[in-house]
């Protein structure tokens, strides 16, 4: 009865997805007429934001021209506090697509103007939000100080009257777990969760809870605590079932297929990945099917059920070709030649062969993909210079209209201390007048050519970056077939002190695809926060500090 009422809530979460997506899209549709409605500079640099917040996971290169153009606005009004939530949004988008130091640039420029115009006591979110940077970049001491001096913010500015006031705390609590998890410091971290999960518990929050369960059996699993993992797990999962997560809920039945998997458990792993299958065939997720399909084949290869895993392997890898999945081919592929190592040499070195074959294939591509980023960085650098370049404009505006302002005044006060020669200078403020309003025609007309030359020049970068992203789709249609090779661990130890796992170069050979975080974690079925803690130990065997330096050193230790 149990299982059925479980099978119950998937199918009414599949009915809730749709319906989900169609809201987020008509939200950012509504905002975007508000728009065009004719209202004020600051209305228009709210609603701004609005859209920035709203597409700055799924639509990252919209949000960031959003995230500008209120930037913009916001110098032009002369609003600081408007500025430093223009520079915090644009640190967000930048943050979400994995560019730290463009994110950490504009998060400090955020921090300054708060600092400055609100004082210290209105700069927790944004000290959240520079812990995140240091997080995700491997600076644990600095970001264990920005979470630490956010969380004291917030605790005296504690409101008990005001959820968010709490949740707030309860986030620091999750942040700081989440750094501590990182450097291997997991009692520590435990005791940080328990403290968020005590106010999620509070105030309710069915998404606060799950996350922090979650987060928790994570972090028992990694101390082999396998039973309390689990309880956490469950806990996640009966709150998941009663407030109808779709991501969550996958995730966790995930999590939970894997917990018993390590304990060599199959039909419960088994068990909890045939509900993920379920759910993902009926709403069509043939990654997600492949997915659990492999998850399965894993788990009997461990119990040496080669049949099955046979079976399973080869039906994963047809979905990866189907749908093009470079990691689904790569892991089914694997699990085959596994198999059929001693049964069937042939058949292995068969496959091998194919392994080889497509890695000659796919290093034309991956090349391709590390120019297009190179590009993209560098047509973002122009632009952020173009943004400069108009906030120097606008200031100077600012100050020519407060300098006009002040002669008209000492004008005014020469005709009352004058008034024998009172024509003479009507006639004087008449031609001083004419000529102001002639400047001011003339600086206007002139912002007016500057902005249509840079938005000229931007049209033009966009041409030429949709020439090379139509080029880099071409090339990926011709090499669908292709995907990365894993090389063994005894192979990578002859370039790397530290070898990387196999998951590990999952994620690297993702990452020089140009993949987000949470790109990767959807191809390979895990949490983003999985992701970014690969990322992070990637970084570290690699000795290097973001994306772009891990693509590039791989490429010359010729791992991808």
Known sequence: MKSLSKYLVLCLLISGLSSVQRAFGQKVDSLKLLLETGLGEKETADILHKIVWETAESDPQSAIEYARKSLVLSSKIGDSLLMATSYNRVGLVYDYSGSFDLAEQNYLKSYEIILRNSGEMATDNILNNLGGVCYYTGRYEEG???????????????????PKSINNIAQSYNNLALLLKAQRKYTEAIEYYKKALVIKSDLGDTNGL?????????????????????????????????????????????????????????????????????????VGDQLGVATVFINQASVYLEENDFIQTDILAEKALKIGKTISSPSV???????????????????????????????????????????????????????????????????????????????????????????????????GILLILVSSFLVIQWLRNKKRLSEERAQQQIEKFQRELDFLQHALQKNTEEAKTSLPIHIKKNEINRY????????????????????????IADQLFISVNTVKTHVLRIYEKLEVQNRTQAAVKASHLDII
Not at 350 to 378: G, P
Request: glycine share 2%; proline share 1%; hydrophobic share 35%.
């Open 144 to 162: 264990m100080q920005y979470y630490l001096k956010s969380l004291k913010i917030r605790e005296q500015k504690k409101d008990n009257t005001l």
């Open 210 to 282: 799950i996350t922090v369960s979650n987060n928790m059996g994570t972090v028992y699993m990694k101390m082999d605590s396998l039973d309390l993992a689990k309880v956490h797990f469950l806990n996640a999962l009966e709150v998941t079932d009663s407030s109808q997560q779709y991501d969550q809920y996958a995730m966790v039945l995930n999590n939970i297929g894997t917990l018993h998997g390590r304990k060599h458990e199959l039909e419960e792993a088994i068990a909890y990945y045939d509900q993920a299958l379920l759910l993902y065939t009926r």
């Open 329 to 427: 081919i790569t892991t089914a592929l694997q699990l085959l030649i596994e198999t059929n190592r001693a049964k069937n040499p042939s058949k292995a070195l068969e496959l091998t062969e194919y392994y080889h074959q497509i890695k000659d294939s796919i290093y034309d591509t991956n090349a391709q993909a590390r120019m297009d980023r190179m590009m993209v960085m560098y047509e973002t650098q122009k632009k952020e210079t173009t943004i400069q370049l108009l906030e120097q404009e606008a200031d100077l505006i600012k100050k020519e209209n407060i300098l006009t302002e002040a002669e008209n005044k000492k004008k005014d006060s020469i005709i009352e201390k004058n008034r024998y020669i009172k024509w003479a200078l009507i006639a």
């Open 496 to 519: 790397l002190l530290n070898p990387m796992t196999d998951r590990e170069l999952e994620v690297l050979y993702l990452i020089a695809e140009g993949m987000s975080n949470k790109d």
